[in-house]
């Protein structure tokens, strides 16, 4: 069984800064793309950025610049640095993780629960 565990959520200020972490956990064999998604209220999920087997990022045009995507395979351990925040960010974000677990012939597709930022002042 894979958990995928966001945490770092929380409530800030109009230009500040939040860092989301998740944590992987389960028998992984091992880990391929690694996402961040966010679904404001009223709206889809949307693709905030993603790293790749290679560690190559990519970003939606509304966060380039501002966020950071990184990734600890040692320890499973995925992140995301948010800066100069804006209430548009606003949303509850979302890890996924594209993971081969021990058992299984291939990749399966893994979300977290998700975590809250709001962006306020």
């Known amino acids: 069984q894979v958990q995928l565990v966001e945490s770092g959520g929380g409530s800030v200020q109009p230009g500040g800064s939040l860092q989301l972490a998740c944590a992987i956990s389960?028998?992984?064999?091992?880990?391929?793309?690694m996402r961040w998604y966010r679904q404001a209220p009223g709206k889809e999920r949307e693709l905030v950025a993603a790293i790749d087997n290679d560690g190559s990022t990519d970003y939606s045009g509304s966060v380039k610049g501002r966020f950071t995507i990184s990734r600890d395979l040692a320890k499973n351990m995925l992140y995301i640095q948010m800066n100069e925040l804006k209430a548009e960010d606003t949303a509850v974000y979302y890890c996924?993780?594209?993971?081969?677990?021990?058992?299984?012939?291939?990749?399966?597709?893994?979300w977290g629960q998700g975590t809250q930022v709001t962006v306020s002042s």
């Open positions: 389960g028998t992984i064999l091992g880990i391929g793309g």
């Open positions: 996924n993780a594209v993971i081969k677990t021990y058992g299984s012939s291939w990749y399966n597709d893994y």
